[in-house]
């Protein structure tokens, strides 16, 4: 069974991981709420303790993030994704954040062998519940 992560797991990312496990992938998910990750496991998906953790477990990872500044911690963080060298992997970044903030986030990932995807989702988390949602892919 293939692996994919997800990080952050509020109303978009929740509705990532709900799909991507309805499809009968392994979803491995961080997020910094302990009722996020609660929820997340209940629903059938693999909890971890950090971004580095998911980067361990899965080639593919999906953000849905809040902020630049959470970026910034997922991707350089104490337990960031940075702190490992992952040749091949891929990160999905789907938030709605600056371009500068994403071309940071990528050249940073681009140095551990990391490629990111800027990939913004338009649409509500009912409408990614129901797989109604534009994504809005570029890399």
């Known amino acids: 069974m293939e692996t994919v ?3 952050g797991l509020g109303i978009m990312g ?3 991981a709900a ?3 309805q499809a009968g992938l392994r979803v491995v998910g961080t997020d910094v709420s302990e009722a996020a990750l609660g929820a997340f496991a209940g629903a059938g ?3 971890s303790d950090s971004p580095l953790e998911v980067a361990e477990a899965a080639e593919i990872i999906v953000t849905s993030l809040p902020s630049a500044a959470a970026l910034g911690d ?3 963080g104490e337990r960031g ?5 992952y040749d091949g992997r891929i990160v999905i970044e789907t938030s709605t954040l600056a371009l500068v903030d994403k071309e940071h986030a990528r050249d940073r990932l681009a140095k551990s ?3 990111l995807l800027d990939c913004p989702i338009s649409g509500t988390g009912a409408q990614a ?3 109604d949602i534009a994504v809005y892919g570029s890399g």
């Open 45 to 47: 998906g693999v909890p």
């Open 14 to 16: 929740s509705a990532i």
């Open 81 to 85: 994704l940075t702190k490992g060298a």
């Open 19 to 21: 799909n991507l496990m």
């Open 113 to 115: 062998g990391v490629t």
């Open 5 to 7: 992560g997800v990080i």
């Open 74 to 76: 997922v991707v350089g």
């Open 129 to 131: 519940r129901n797989k």
